[in-house]
């Protein structure tokens, strides 16, 4: 048995201890029958990141967990990995990539992707090592990559299996296209951003009645792929408008005017402009009334010229346009304009023909990149789809039949609302870096065919010239696999079918419709079972004003810096404490220090116990004498145990920290303790030998319920203290007993308690110091439960002696009162009377003086008018402490008196 340092120091402790686990391999989860299993795949973060306060936060608490189950005899597999993040790692290689004068098209895509891989190795698992900092216990041999082969392979099937069942499709669709990544992105990569802008109020010169349609857009620049204008068919104003037809103003084009529910008789003039190529809204209404579809930008964000319209019609020529194809327009003048240089030409040429009737300033939210802010544009674009109908019917279903659980349930709405107003997505990305779509094009007849292998011959006409699709998937197709990909599917590895369906799956309430859907969907779909069965959903953190932490306003926080300054278990402790499901937190480095505080109040007071057992052989289990004392502490803990599995069934994970804070520090190390220091210090060896019994006991089972939140130290101090096997990890997590039960006994230790809190109250409220002993007179009908505190009267409640009966008539005491006792001291024993009237009535003196030169100060209308609103401040809460200590101190001599 060692003995631990003078003071307990993370730096000095956390690497080692954690090096010390990965070498023993205690993370490594297998195939074991005779077990049950329980597993946890950890959301993977991109290869691009480092670890961020809300990884602490979702790793932290999939950590206290798995530990959990893994100490309660589970076979717990924490299964890792991290994701390739399209977007983001091209972003950033290609950023890279730029600062040398180098472009994506100068290296081609085979080089490219070679330096993309070459990234990935040397970038890609800093974030792993951080997470060791942190402590977590994942089987870091199963760690997984969404790229990786068997992930890869996961990828081609599905997406032939959904192919070949009609659910994956490829067609000319409205998406959000981001002109500077130049790809688009799904719905829930959309990030909006409240911006100023304004409503153009344009007139549009109806043809058959030479009246002007007034409709008010926020982009003007849209205009020119305009093909109808809508009103609504109830609209009384526009009856006389059905059949009729309005000139496009600037292109001097017909188009006609249509009547569609899209148009509100409610909002503005009830007239809206319809652009099917650059609207979501528009194209749906296009598709209803067959409307030519005409695009007027570029896909890198300029207006469409001649030399679009040419490429065009040379694809048109050779057959090779499908359906919804959209137009292309050349766009005169504006051809070549950026979008937004394009929007002011346009408007001064309105307001020049005098077609702009107003210009209304408004705030709106507009879309934009969640990787580059770029705004998004809506554009039609001949995209692969996945048919979502089919799909979300089952995962709605797997949830309001219980399959899947939400915890907190009210996440089940965002789940639910997102399902059931699902549209297609949109799976295919134009980018290089991801899983190719594995897809081929005859360059000859234009045969399709979908292979998992390279297709080198075309199957329609034999010609050997065929092209692989050049987009790739969009990442959350591959992270929808997760649950089942990392397993090993499609083989039937013995993983898979032992491990899957998961059990837990963490993670925050900003990404159920991410990914928590789509894993939903895909789980049921390919392996006929929901992939987890309880979806753990927790807040965000936030800084200490309540705001989102983000670059722009850097208030983030480095967990690493955090845990330099104080710790892995305090980071955890803290994060862990303020956890409630589905609810928000704030992060506050003083409560990080606070839990830093603790672990020095468990290390200091592990510290004593040991310094206490040195040079004795002490067993782990308990003596069969117990005092009162020990089974109040025993029955606490015993009751502990069984709250704390019940807080951690539930997800109740700050609930259940929460107490163990309390027993540890206000139980053990502030009341047990102490009351053991005469046992301990005692000529009766047996009662001494007892004492450290029960302390080592109570410490190992603390050790042990507190391991899954702070592993580094308790792992530590149980090594140093009597104990059995390697580590701390692989312990039985403590369970109720009958046998510890010792409710009376407690409660009787409890009264004793009481009393003495309420004798130090008192005590410290008279300002009487502990070295001043006065006798103790106790009235009570319960005498027999009081005699067994005497000696704790003593020394806790600073009694010379103690007396015990029925009542008690004596002047001039102290009195105290408990739900059980009547407490008496004398008050001659404690305070000599006329000293300390007299200290109290020259400090009520000195306090009232100190305050009427503040209250003189603030009824000054001079000073008040030229003082800084901080200093005003500074007096006024300086009075108001003085009036409360006034108040004490009068109420301090009534009591004397």
Known sequence: MAELNKSYDPKQVEDRIYQYWLDHNYFHAKVD????????????????????????LDNTLQDILIRW??????????????????????????????????????????????????WKREYGGRITKQFWKLGVSCDWERERFTMDEGCSNAVKEVFIKLYDEGLIYRGNRMVNWCPHCCTSISDAEVEYEAKNGNFWHILYPVKETGEMLEIATTRPETMLGDTAVAINVEDERYKHLHGCHVI????????????????????????????????????????RHSLPIVRCFTYDGHMTGAEDVAAYEELKAKGKLSENEPEVLDCGKYAGMTTIDARKAIVDDLTALGLLKEIEPLSHDVGTCYRCHTTIEPMVSKQWFVKMAPLAAPAIDAVRTGKTQFIPKRSEKIYFNWLENIKD??????????????????????EMVVSKTAVDTCPHCGSKHMTQDPDTLDTWFSSALWPFSTLGWPENTEELKYFYPTDTLVTGYDIIFF??????????????????RTVFIHGLIRDEQGRKMSKSLGNGVDPIEVIEKYGADALRFFLATGNSPGNDMRYSETRVESCRNFANKLYNASRFVLMNIEGHDVPLTLPEELKLEDKWVLSTLNTLCKDVTENLEKFELGIAVQKLYDFIWDCFCDWYIELKKTDLYSDDEQAAQNARRVLVYVLDKILKLLHP?????????????????????????????????????????????????AIRTQRNEMNVPPSKKAKLYIATKTASTFEHGVEFFKKLASASEVEIG???????????????????????????KEAELKRLNKELMNTEKMLMQDEK???NPGFMGKAPAAVIEKIKAQAEREREKIALIKAAIENLK
Not at 428 to 436: F, I, T
Request: overall charge negative; proline content about 7%; glycine content about 6%.
């Open 425 to 446: 997505w949109c799976i295919s990305r134009q980018l290089w870096w991801g899983h190719r779509i594995p897809v081929y094009y005859c360059d000859e007849c234009g």
């Open 33 to 56: 029958p005779d077990k049950k299993p329980y597993c946890i795949v950890m959301p993977p973060p991109n290869i691009t990141g480092q670890l961020h306060i809300g990884h602490a």
């Open 515 to 532: 990914w928590v859907v789509r894993m939903m969907f895909s789980g049921i779909h390919n392996m006929g079972d929901v992939p987890f």
């Open 69 to 118: 189950r893994r100490m309660q005899g589970y076979e717990a597999l924490w299964l890792p990995g991290t994701d390739h993040a399209s977007i983001a790692t091209e972003a950033k290689i290609v950023e890279a990539m730029r600062k040398e004068g180098v472009t994506k098209d100068d290296l081609g895509r085979e080089k490219f992707l070679e330096r993309a891989w070459a």
């Open 709 to 757: 939140f702070m592993p580094f130290i308790t792992e530590e101090i149980w090594q140093n203290i009597p104990h059995e096997g390697d580590t701390i990890m692989l312990q039985q997590y403590p369970e109720y007993t009958d046998a510890l039960a010792f409710e009376r006994e407690a409660a009787d230790m409890q009264k004793i308690m009481n009393a003495i809190t």
């Open 248 to 287: 496009l103003p600037l292109l001097d084009k017909e188009i006609p005017i249509v009547c569609d529910e899209h148009a509100d008789m409610e909002k503005g003039t009830g007239v809206v402009k319809i652009t099917p190529a650059h609207d979501p809204n528009d194209f749906e209404v296009g598709l």
């Open 857 to 859: 100060k603030l009824g």
């Open 806 to 832: 029925d009542d008690f008539n004596i002047d001039g005491a102290v009195t105290v009162v408990t739900a059980d006792a009547k407490l008496y001291i004398p008050m001659n024993e404690l305070v000599d």
